[in-house]
């Protein structure tokens, strides 16, 4: 089969917001009476969005926060995230690049546990939202990675977008955590891992780069007819 898309996680992959996540999941928690230490967040709490975040947290610590407690704490959290982002470019180096290159080569998409305004709110400021064919945000699918649904709801709207029937296999997913590669070989895609969050061999994917930097397209393309 030929590589007809990509599809990209947000956080981690092309954004290097993941310090950012924690210092607002971190102040909102301090508010709670929570300490959370940034090697827990990353061992336990990276792959989820945040209301599975505040949810599983909740169950560590022992708080019994209800539904519209959860909703008022992801709020905050929101709040607080775009305080960190203002005035500064989030991106990895050469992620603007990389991006403009794929999407002049295929449609390309984007399947990501990050809120849906977040995500939209750092392509426009970086002037890359016409690069990309479809967002599924967290708030897109009723259970986020590392359930299938995100990367099955991206490759049917890029599906639907060409005007034809596009199937998983013709699809590469790019990840930087096993949650997020998880979902994508669950939903029938190639995996790549950037080795931006975790180390190499951490990671289990068809293939590891360190950067999107170091994306070959030709290479990307065979993972798809082997």
Excluded: Q
């Amino acid at each position: 089969m030929a590589l007809r898309a990509i599809v990209f996680d947000f956080d981690g992959v092309i954004a290097n917001s993941e310090p950012l996540h924690f210092l607002g999941y971190r102040d909102v928690l301090a508010d709670e009476g929570i300490a959370l230490a940034e090697r827990d967040y990353y061992a336990h709490y990276l792959g989820f969005d945040d209301v599975g975040a505040f949810k599983a947290i909740g169950r560590t610590y022992g708080a019994t926060w209800d539904g519209p407690r959860i909703k008022e704490l992801v709020a905050r959290k929101a709040v607080r995230l775009e305080e960190l982002e203002r005035d500064v470019s989030v991106l990895f180096p050469g992620a603007a690049d990389a991006i403009r290159r794929a999407s002049a080569a295929m449609p390309i998409a984007i399947a990501s546990g990050a809120r849906g305004d977040e995500i939209r709110r750092v392509l426009a400021r970086e002037r890359l939202s016409a690069c990309f064919t479809a967002i599924v945000a967290a708030e897109d699918t009723p259970v986020s990675k590392p359930a299938p649904d995100p990367y099955l709801r991206a490759v049917s709207l890029l599906g639907a977008a060409a005007g034809d029937a596009l199937n998983a296999s013709e699809c590469v997913a790019i990840e930087d955590s096993n949650w997020g590669l998880e979902s994508a070989r669950a939903a029938g895609l190639r995996t790549v891992a950037v080795t931006t969050t975790y180390a190499a061999d951490e990671l289990a994917a068809d293939l590891t780069i360190a950067s999107l930097e170091n994306i070959d397209l030709d290479l990307l393309a065979r993972l798809c007819a082997g």
